[in-house]
């Protein structure tokens, strides 16, 4: 800092005080020079070991069936191979259940879908193991049974993961009935694959006096220990998870990295080398589970503005085969299927349907995606049926004041930003010009339609089951006034690390290079939640918040003393200690004194987010601390004769309160809304339907979105507003909630395919709207309107409704 710049800013506090911003401001990535050198280390980087082998999972060719036997002895001639292990060899308990212990680390007694690990073998290369382990169809005896593979069969057979779930306001049959309309329908939508860039993968390592040290590509370090632990018969110390960085996770890293950790860890135990389980990603398909599909069952009464009085909805997901986290999935989905809307009488019941298929899992959103998005479906039918703009149906049903303020499940919605939100983007991206230009554009294009559509987003944040909502850290001063952060998040790319460097280095007033936050490790912060919920951020950073400010307590405390001023006046920043106004020193100095005095330059920080509570019962509480608003405007064109569509152009608007870093959370509401884009208009999943085998398990047969799939035109803004609720320097969440923008690209493309039959038509368009399902749906519509006793009976049912 020249002299100038610095003789100004010890006269002006104001200007001060602004340069010593540390939170607020865009900031790189903490890793982003390592990225883009190829240098950030991932597990598989770490270096091998000597003595290093190499596992595979072996895999069941069968939905379901009993295992009578594995031919141990075959697998163990193959070249290269050193071991094979089954569950006969763990010595404690083979489970790896997230909630309900229903789910085995490998195959006992019976296989429950094609794709369950049976058996692991361990060789001295990957390629051996590999190929080893493919013989699963020759070795594994299986009788088979016959398999459940849909959720309507098993919702059919009442076989469920957990017990149904109610969520109850009001009396909604009542209010149907009353109601001036009325619409009944059915939808589906479809699950999706995480399709994290690193893989799951395992290493684990034999320390001494029987320990392990497991690196694990994992959301959840903690319950890898435990999983690690209790399958072993050990105690928890025994088992040292570490977890530098993940090259994504979205939830499939949660509870799912179970299986991988605990096959590394069980071989590396049993014989006393280093083993490393890195499966191929076809292998990692099958293996893994991802976001759960939804079937909906609507009955809803609406007046004349569209006004939802009461509605009733069955919500059935296919759970698969174990219970993972499908309760906690499903009560989100529950939660959030109000969106931005108050429903005065409601009645919403929840089903897990267990299958034999891969047990489905935590994906960005959780359920909240799933059950918002069967009231923005309803919103759009109603609209059409009105022959309203969807937007005004929209915010006619949006939350209000008082009573029209509370939940289904009773919390206030504090700090409702959703109207003012939503009609600052309505002006910015000139959605009405717009749409009135697209609705003359439509009239004199025969085969290319275009469509618009504006959504909402109001997303609760918090873990829904109270006490995983606590964290802790560590905080380390050295003398030279660098500092180290260890906190019980993890790093997936999301900038978690970043945003808590930056809460450090402004509470200890220091320069953001000074702080280095090292890997997140089970032997520095224990029993800790997952990376998940949108939560990273509010947890850990106010726990190292908590332990850096006790830091500088002890430390305004001493210069106090040491310097006779008094400890009000006394401010850190830019590593520089002001003593009052007239006297500055350099923090270095300030610390080598109080080192030289014995004052404790570590701390450790711990917090718990207040005010929640949840009855899972009665299905009421307050589940969240606060809410994190958005809305969306796409415009897209759709070809009629082929189904395909492009996106043109997205204005996004996004609530996340005073932002600790816009660089990151820009990034990350534009990657989520791409994220939903791609769920629903392009990542389609497919299964057999009578082996149950996964059809699309590797990326020449499951599309992902590309750049090239971004609109041409993206504005994407944050929304002025400071969190309600005592956030981390009253920000909000950001990693979840912009998904659900994703939202406005569906409802566009309906719009579009709406427009063929002049809006006369519902159109009955599948999620994800693939090019087969838009032409599927465009057919629908062209066949409804083809006769005019068609359209008349078309209009006639509208009416009457």
């Not at 290319?448 to 001063?477: C, D, E, M, W, Y």
């Not at 087969?772 to 009976?793: G, M, Q, S, Y």
Request: net charge negative; aromatic share 6%; with cysteine.
């Amino acid at each position: 800092m020249n002299r100038a710049v610095e003789s100004f800013l010890s006269t002006d506090p104001a200007a001060a005080a602004a340069s010593a911003a540390r939170v607020g401001v865009p900031r790189a990535h903490e890793s982003a020079h390592l990225h883009v050198a190829g240098a950030a280390q991932y597990v598989d980087d770490i270096p091998e070991v000597a003595g290093t082998l190499h596992a595979a999972l072996g895999l069941s060719p069968v939905a379901h069936g009993t295992l009578n036997a594995v031919d141990v002895a075959a697998l163990r001639s193959q070249p290269g191979v050193v071991a094979v292990l089954t569950a006969a060899d763990i010595p404690g308990v083979n489970d790896c259940g997230a909630i309900h212990h229903d789910e085995p680390i490998l195959a006992a007694g019976q296989v429950m879908y094609l794709g369950q690990a049976v058996f692991a073998v361990i060789a001295t290369d990957r390629e051996s193991a590999r190929r080893a382990a493919a013989l699963a169809k020759k070795v594994l005896d299986i009788t088979p049974l016959a398999p459940v593979l849909t959720a309507r069969e098993a919702h059919a057979r009442g076989q469920y993961v957990v017990p149904p779930m109610h969520m109850v306001r009001g009396d909604a049959q009542a209010a149907i009935a009353a109601a001036p309309h009325r619409l009944r329908d059915t939808f589906t939508l479809g699950g999706q694959e995480q399709f994290y860039l690193e893989g799951q993968i395992s290493y684990a390592v034999p320390q001494e006096d029987g320990c392990l040290k497991v690196h694990c590509s994992t959301q959840h370090p903690s319950e890898m220990q435990h999983v690690v632990a209790h399958m072993l018969g050990k105690a928890k110390h025994h088992v040292q998870v570490e977890c530098r960085r993940m090259g994504g996770g979205f939830g499939g890293k949660e509870s799912q990295s179970a299986v991988f950790a605990g096959v590394a860890a069980l071989a590396a135990f049993k014989l006393g080398r280093p083993v490393k389980l890195r499966p191929d990603r076809d292998d990692d398909f099958m293996v893994t589970g991802r976001r759960h599909p939804f079937e909906f069952s609507v009955d809803v009464g609406f007046d004349d503005e569209g006004r939802l009085l009461g509605v009733e909805v069955d919500m059935l997901t296919n759970a698969g085969w174990s219970a993972d986290l499908s309760s906690a999935v499903m009560g989100r989905a529950l939660c959030h299927f109000d969106n931005a809307y108050w429903l005065p009488n409601v009645a919403m019941h929840g089903y897990c349907a267990r299958t034999n298929t891969q047990s489905n899992t935590a994906f960005r959103g959780f359920g909240g995606p799933q059950g918002a998005y069967a009231v923005e479906h309803i919103m759009d039918t109603v609209a059409r049926r009105l022959g309203r703009d969807p937007l005004a149906v929209r915010r006619a049903n949006f939350y209000g004041v008082g009573e029209h303020n509370v939940t289904p499940y009773g919390q206030t919605v504090e700090g409702n930003v959703m109207a003012p939100l939503a009609a600052e983007l309505e002006a910015t991206s000139n959605y009405q010009a717009r749409r009135a230009d697209i609705a003359a554009w439509n009239a004199t294009s025969p085969v290319l339609k275009r469509g618009i559509a504006l959504t909402p987003v109001k997303f609760g944040i918090s873990f829904n089951v109270q006490h995983l909502n606590q964290a802790g850290a560590l905080v380390h001063l050295y003398s030279d006034g660098s500092c180290l952060v260890n906190h019980g998040g993890t790093e997936m790319g999301q900038g978690l690390n970043t945003k808590v460097a930056q809460v450090v280095a402004q509470e200890l007033g220091l320069s953001f290079e000074r702080i280095r936050v090292t890997a997140t490790d089970t032997f520095k912060v224990v029993n800790t939640s997952a990376t998940a919920a949108s939560t990273g951020s509010d947890l850990n950073g106010k726990a190292a918040q908590d332990a850096a400010r006790q830091i500088r307590e002890r430390l305004t405390a001493f210069a106090a003393q040491k310097h006779g001023c008094d400890a009000a006046e006394i401010r850190f920043a830019n590593d520089q200690v002001h003593l009052g106004a007239e006297r500055r020193m350099p923090l270095d100095d300030l610390l080598l004194e109080a080192y030289l005095s014995r004052v404790q330059l570590w701390s450790d920080g711990f917090y718990a987010t207040p005010g929640l509570s949840w009855d899972p019962k009665a299905m009421k509480g307050r589940p969240f601390y606060y809410y994190a608003f958005g809305a969306a405007v796409s415009e897209v064109v759709v070809d009629t004769l082929t189904g395909e569509s492009k996106l043109l152009r997205t204005d996004l608007l996004h609530d996340v309160g005073k932002s600790l870093n816009p660089a990151i959370d820009l990034g990350q509401v534009e990657g989520g809304f791409v994220q939903g884009m791609g769920w629903l208009t392009m990542e389609e999943l497919i299964w057999h339907p009578k082996t149950g085998a996964l059809l699309t398990h590797a990326p020449s047969t499951y599309k992902i979105p590309t750049a090239n799939d971004a609109p041409a035109v993206f504005n994407t803004r944050l929304f002025d507003n400071s969190n309600v609720a005592d956030s981390i320097h009253r920000s909000k969440a950001v990693g979840e909630p912009p998904l659900l923008l994703g939202f406005s690209v569906w409802h566009a493309i309906r719009d579009a395919v709406s427009s063929v039959g002049q809006h006369r038509v519902d159109p009955p368009l599948r999620a994800p709207a693939t090019a087969e399902a838009v032409l599927d749906a465009v057919d629908a519509v062209r066949a409804a309107i083809a006769t005019p006793a068609a359209v008349a009976a078309a209009v006639e049912a509208v009416e009457a409704q």
